[in-house]
């Protein structure tokens, strides 16, 4: 398995795979191409023999200047598991060092369990919303 | 009417319309919160009495540093054609200018004629895409 940063055109790859990846929820309106465009240097793919097994979707904050946003990880559901995750993560973490950012932010959603679990074993913790923004939970986590 | 720089609160107004004001078409998942905080100050709201009748959210491009990419604009539809598209187009415009990108890219639906139409007025070109790519039109500008 090797990790190298997102090309534009691993969209197309992709785009068709994530409503199956996250169990039949409509998610790929929600990763439009410029995301592979215009945050290629925060964002990485996953790849083992020529296939995508694994993505992560982030990007440096424009209003922040401390923080950094992932917006989008997904994992192939037979590669779960494998550490591919922590992998990506760890690989954005060391990027968004480099470009002197600290804090990290992402949002999921409260139906999915299981991301609210991993993203407390990866170290992130949830933070209170404003009272509106009932329908997320907001993680935020703080490089050391 | 005035134009201001966009808030975070500002998604909790907005993302209610859109579905509206873009004639049911289903359009709110493509425009979640963190281009609301995370692009302040490329993204713009137009304003009339306290009320939100527009807006422009853009970011400058990561992987591309004289580039800029514009993801949404939305005008109530009982105010289109009193100018204020152009309005927050020009806004846009000065503001990447002074982060020194000349390039401005954006994608409609074909499907939005209105918008292609739209979009060529404001001295957008089409681009041909890569050939996958049939879905959506692509346009570029190049700021003088």
């Given at each position: 398995m090797e990790i190298r940063l997102v090309q534009g055109s691993d969209y197309y790859v992709i785009s068709p795979l994530i409503n199956d990846w996250w169990n039949?929820?409509?998610?790929?309106?929600?990763?439009?191409k410029l995301f592979f465009d215009h945050f290629k240097n925060t964002s990485f793919i996953a790849e083992e023999e020529g296939e995508i097994i694994g993505f992560l979707i982030g990007f440096l904050s424009q209003s922040y200047s401390n923080e950094a946003y992932i917006h989008f990880v997904g994992i192939h559901p037979e590669h779960r598991g494998k550490g591919i995750g922590r992998q990506l993560y760890n690989q954005f973490f060391d990027v968004i060092k480099q470009h002197g950012r600290s804090i990290i932010r992402c949002v999921t959603s409260p139906v999915n369990k299981d991301s609210i679990a991993y993203h407390t074993k990866m170290g992130f913790e949830i933070e209170q919303g404003d009272?509106?923004?009932?329908d997320k939970v907001l993680f935020i986590k703080c490089l050391t």
């Open positions: 039949g929820r409509k998610m790929s309106d929600m990763l439009p009272s509106i923004n009932q």
